[in-house]
């Protein structure tokens, strides 16, 4: 249909210019090269409507799912900051206090388990330094007894001594027992010196006798007194283990807890963060200067007002500057190559017709628009035409017609 019409303009054009030529011919008034001049002019001219639209305009989206309680109303001309809608949070609001009773209780429950987790370390650290005081007292009680100079050697070699001077008084007990049995046999002593040497022998073996059982008693005494102590300092370790095990693993628990508690205050906390932010996004506000537009209802949708229901990113409103405007246009595939970003035109709005305007070529699209089925004339594609010096008479969705100068860059 468009596509008819515009080639229908372009017969009207060419027609109307033909007989302009024709009755110059008739008259005399043109040359058969200003007649040729003439039809390249009009050759090169390439015919659309389009309609206006705002170059600078900024799509608002629902932030969130939810009934619409403010609405500026369409056309209504804003600074950039205004409010523009407002969107019903009560539920976001209602979601966000409990929230922040769920982490009220959240951080008490982590100030309960970092407590814990702390009384377990300084119950460790007691016991450490508590088994550690004990294991250095049985390991000095270990040292004054078996160590050098410990009552165990000391006694040891005491006695090694007494055994020494018991085995030097046999050794001399049996020489003068040999000396005495000589003189007796040579006459030279009687019988009482050979029975007081044979005394003084068993006085001296009864002498060793006895200290070597006093060396075997207190080897028994001192093993037993040994292993005593070492079982004490055995005793001291293990049970300095079973209570830092015991400790160190309800630590590791708790440690766990504190983590778990931690994930979970974080996680209100970030929901609590997400839904104050979904709260402030409910007044939506201008980001620009321009006008509001609403968007053409799709169908099973309604159109903007209050009360109305929208859901998640769906589009709001359309916030249009309308002092940078532009013409959307279609040109045929058959002469779409002849248009060129950079070209100039010549912009004619239908609802101002004694004024035209100024324009370039801006964008060519390079795939073509969807086929329509009362599409015929082959494929369409999109160019948009910046206008030079709008009008603040202008409006969005004015209808224009536009003529590039194609084959034309200057």
Known sequence: MKRATTLLLMVIVSAASLCSVAQAQRFGGL???????????????????????????????????????EITPEGTQVKQGDQVMRLD?????QELSTQRTELTNRLAELATVEHAVKGLERDLQGVHEKAEKQIEVANMKLDVFSGDGGEMNTTEQDLAEQLSVAEKKIAA?????????????SGSADKSAVLTAEASLVAAQAESAMIQRHQRLNERKHALRLA????????????????????ESEIVKGRMQLTAARTAVGAVQSRIAELESKVESSVI??????????????????????????????????????????????????????????????????????????GTVTHVNA???PASFLQDSGRQYKVIVAMQDPSDQLRIGMTAMVDIQADKNE
């Open 367 to 369: 795939t073509p628009e």
């Open 173 to 185: 007990a049996n020489v003068a027992m040999e000396v005495a049995k000589q003189g007796f046999e």
């Open 89 to 93: 949070a009560s539920a976001i609001e």
């Open 31 to 69: 040359s058969a090269a200003e007649i040729s001049a003439l039809q390249a002019k009009i050759n090169k001219q390439i015919r659309e409507s389009g309609t206006l639209e705002s170059a600078s305009a900024v799509t608002l989206h629902a932030p969130f799912s939810a009934a619409i309680l």
């Open 228 to 247: 005593e102590l070492k079982l004490q300092l055995f005793v001291q370790q293990v049970d300095l283990t079973k209570a830092t095990t015991t400790l």
């Open 285 to 358: 506000s201008a980001p620009q200067d321009g006008f509001v537009l609403y968007p053409t209802p799709r169908r099973g949708q309604e159109t903007m007002e209050v009360g109305v229901s929208v859901r998640e990113r769906q589009e709001l409103l359309m916030i249009a500057d309308i002092s940078n405007m532009q013409v959307a246009v279609t040109v045929n595939e058959t002469r779409i190559a002849r248009v060129k970003k950079g070209q100039k035109a010549i912009i004619r709005v239908d609802a101002l017709p004694d004024q035209s305007f100024r």
